[in-house]
């Protein structure tokens, strides 16, 4: 099988893979790959990613004309062509819609706390990207602020996008960022994470090189002196040094530890946890009393 039909296999199977996990609906996403260094092959627009066909496949060069296909290239052509100019080192691009990644895309929540260490190890963290109109120039250069510096990232109101060194590695990081986000979601409406701390942010950044994970940019864990003694590296969304308005470092939401790897924070006015052996009142949110009253339930059937 010559590399093109196995890349043609690849997308076909990414896309039914997709869609299966409803990442997407209907028509939805998009997924290219490079074929050789001035060529991408690329999912057409108007089709359903869970019943594509390895001839359905569009070839494009990286300005985006199309060199063979009898369908055109995805909508979202420019978003794709953008990361491979802004990525030499990305070789597949991956967008889609998961549920509730997407959720907090959409109420503008950043998955960029501390608290899973898989996803710190290898994504870092994952950013929004401000709103663009899609398929439209504004997409592109909504992207370009963050994709030197990240391999995930949330789209306000519209979606995820992840880069990869192969096509199933740029899909894998496209289910991290929905697994995470999903136990982001239910650690909140529990009403409490334990975060890890700065310290252990710290740790983690250094086993990324132990482990051999390649990341596009390093971990800032408060967001100070990143850049070295007396300097600050940019936040989310401010412009990077030189005014190319670029974010250059993953900035990570993480709490001094004193000594301690994981800190307790609150949420929605929970009530903190009592100590150990403590005597007296118990007090707990309607949430977990609602969540203790189904236990219960489901133990008696």
Known sequence: MSLESSLRADIVEVGRRMYARGYTASNDGNISVRL????LLM??????????????????DLEGRKLEGDRDPS????????????????????????????????AGIPLDRAVLAEVLTTLGSIPIAEYATPSTEELP?????????????LLANH???????????????????EHFARISLVARLLGREHVLSREEVGRLQALRGAYGIAAPA???ADAADALGPGRRPPAIGS?????????????????EGGGRRLVLELTHGA???????????????????SALIEDAIRSLR
């Open 43 to 60: 999912t057409p627009k108007s089709v359903c990613k869970g019943f594509m066909t390895p001839d359905m496949m569009c070839i494009t």
């Open 218 to 220: 390093p971990i800032c």
């Open 75 to 106: 909508s979202e052509m420019l978003m794709h062509l953008e990361v491979y100019r802004q990525r030499p080192d990305a070789r597949a691009v991956v967008h889609a819609h998961p549920p509730t990644a997407t959720g907090f895309a959409v």
């Open 36 to 39: 050789g260094e001035a060529r």
């Open 141 to 153: 250069e909504a992207v370009r602020k963050y994709i030197k510096a990240h391999d995930g990232m």
């Open 239 to 255: 412009a990077a040094p030189g005014g190319t308005g670029e974010v250059a470092c993953q900035v990570v939401q993480a709490p």
């Open 159 to 177: 979606g995820a996008l992840t880069v990869g060194a192969d096509l199933f590695g740029a899909y894998y990081k496209m289910e991290t960022i």
């Open 271 to 289: 009530a903190p946890p009592a100590p150990a052996g403590a005597g007296g009142e118990i007090r707990l949110t309607y949430r977990e009393l």
